[in-house]
């Protein structure tokens, strides 16, 4: 009778240790394939936003917190006018100040954005090439960057940073946006009905 008791708990045993590893098994397919759906978001997002390569758009600034000045006087143009494989630069000019480009990077499926700033003779000015690596809460039409440890050292308060990046599915408007701790900042939406 014992060596039965003992032989039913070693098979039980066996039993509970194989389907926790049949578990840790499958929670590690499922990460792989959250991952790889994720990757495959960024690389359609970045398919998406190629769609408007080599065309300019009209903007306007839809808000602007209290910690920043207004723009809303001023034009807003988006210039689509590099696009690779793996990457896309978007010029985004504000009345006279050409001072920013938005650069989007697609590296082995994984999508960043850096804000690239330049004074007028081309030379990088002291902010410059902030952003982040995309998240996996977007989609193929939307997706959030939050600040990585670079900006978040750049950036006075910089770390709570998240830029938004969106296309409406019909790409009629592309929207960028700012939040920082989840207060939104500034927000600016185009056109892509009229390209000029």
């Known amino acids: 009778m014992l060596k039965k008791s ?3 708990v070693a098979i039980l045993t066996l039993v509970i240790s194989c389907n926790q590893v049949s578990k840790e098994a499958d929670n590690e397919k499922n990460d792989e394939i959250l991952k790889e759906e994720s990757l495959n978001i960024h690389e359609s997002f970045f398919q998406n936003l190629s769609k408007l390569c080599g065309k300019s758009f009209k903007g306007k600034e839809i808000y602007r917190s209290h910690h920043g000045e207004s723009m809303a006087e001023f034009e807003m ?3 689509v006018n590099v696009c ?3 990457q896309i630069h978007i010029p985004f000019h ?3 100040d050409k001072s920013r480009t938005w ?3 697609l590296e082995n499926g994984s999508l960043s954005l850096r804000h690239d700033h330049r004074h007028d003779d081309g030379t990088p000015e002291e902010q410059t090439m902030y952003g982040g690596y995309a998240d996996d809460t977007g989609c193929e039409y939307r997706q959030n960057f939050p600040a990585d440890e670079y900006s978040a050292e750049l950036i006075e308060d910089g770390g709570g940073n998240v830029w938004t990046i969106k296309l409406d599915e019909d790409m ?3 929207t960028y ?3 920082r701790d989840k207060e939104k900042r500034w927000r600016v939406d185009f056109d892509l009905t009229k390209p000029l």
């Open 6 to 8: 003992i032989l039913f």
């Open 77 to 79: 143009i988006m210039h």
């Open 172 to 174: 009629t408007t592309f």
């Open 94 to 96: 504000i009345g006279e």
């Open 177 to 179: 946006r700012l939040e």
């Open 103 to 105: 650069q989007f990077f």
């Open 84 to 86: 690779k494989d793996d």
